[in-house]
């Protein structure tokens, strides 16, 4: 099992720091359940990417047009990533 949440949130953000170059992961919360008969981590949060292009920018509603919420998911015994997702 991972030693703390400190090495939890380091795999998290690793794997999606590789995924999503340059990006700035912050996470809210970090809990630990069972899913499929697996012990995992489920950790919640925000990613804020770089835009490509940032005239696209300008034309989204939203205040922050590259910030996403996040929710990630660790085998709480090897630390691999079970599932992830960006809204």
């Known amino acids: 099992m991972l030693d703390n949440e400190v090495d939890l949130q380091g795999k998290a953000q690793n794997f999606l720091l590789m995924k999503y170059p340059d ?3 912050t996470f809210s919360s970090a809990q630990l359940a069972t899913k499929e008969g697996n012990l ?3 950790l919640a949060g ?7 292009s940032g005239l696209m920018d300008r034309f989204t509603p939203q205040s922050h047009p ?21 809204r």
């Open 46 to 52: 925000t990613i804020e990417m770089k835009s490509r």
């Open 66 to 86: 590259n910030r996403f919420s996040l929710n990630i998911e660790l085998d709480a015994k090897q630390g691999s990533i079970f599932n992830y997702e960006l």
């Open 23 to 25: 990006a700035k992961v």
């Open 40 to 42: 995992i981590y489920q």
